[in-house]
């Protein structure tokens, strides 16, 4: 019984995913990714996202081992390294995934200068490596940070999209039922430990999950960007 209430509970991140479905459907259906969707996207903004996503991919690699190392610390349930280290494992094989690509588009990873929407995310991450920053609060930011992308790709798989081919494996990368699994498998833990923790963690978390949500925006809206938008 006590069981099956379990599974029936709503957590805590989905109540705020209601709450603030707005911003979240700003970050999930953005113009950028309406564009995959409906194949209209401009191929200049896509080799634009492209780049800058590579670089904060690799920024991105000394935050996820913060929240592997804080679950290995803090976490009372040992299947949480697993899942996390799950997401640190796949890096290796999207770094190579990010050259590939980038060679069919012709976009020379070397060259490509980080934005300030970029630099400002990548920073934000960043500060969470803080040993300061509970477990709590980062498996949060994780979460909300590939559910995102999750959310966006899968979006431009459904039955009625009209992604073009040849955007069809970007969107499977992030948008593919075992990336969808995983990012189920954070939000269990990050529903867990909300669960359990003391209110001002709470609400530093759900901060936390609505700044990642406008980092996420501001990232879509460099795809976009003219030479002459460098500051955005
Ligand atoms: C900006 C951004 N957010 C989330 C992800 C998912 O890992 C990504 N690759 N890039």
Request: proline share 2%; aromatic share 12%.
């Amino acid at each position: 019984m006590e069981k099956h209430e379990k599974t029936n509970k709503m957590g805590i991140v989905d109540k705020w995913l209601k709450k603030h479905s707005v911003a979240y459907s700003g970050a999930t259906r953005h113009p950028f990714i309406h564009s995959i969707r409906h194949g209209t996207v401009d191929l200049s903004s896509f080799k634009r996202w492209l780049g800058q996503d590579y670089v904060f991919v690799r920024a991105s690699v000394p935050f996820v081992a913060s929240v592997l190392l804080k679950a290995w610390k803090e976490s009372d349930d040992s299947s949480d390294v697993e899942v996390i280290l799950g997401g640190v494992a796949a890096f290796n094989d999207e770094l190579a995934w990010f050259k590939k690509e980038a060679s069919k588009w012709d976009v020379s990873l070397s060259d490509v200068v980080p934005l300030n929407a970029n630099l400002r995310y990548c920073s934000f991450l960043e500060s969470l490596m803080s040993s300061d920053i509970e477990y709590t609060v980062a498996i949060t930011a994780f979460w909300a940070c590939e559910t995102v992308y999750q959310d966006s790709f899968a979006h431009c798989l459904e039955d009625n999209s009209n992604t073009p081919e040849e955007l069809r494996e970007t969107c499977e990368r992030w948008g593919n039922d075992g990336f969808g699994q995983y990012c189920l498998s954070l939000r269990e833990i990050a529903n867990r430990l909300l669960d359990k923790a003391p209110a001002d963690v709470v609400s530093k978390a759900e901060v936390v999950f609505l700044r990642v949500l406008e980092y996420e925006v501001e990232f879509w809206n460099m795809s976009h960007a003219e030479t002459s938008g460098l500051t955005l």
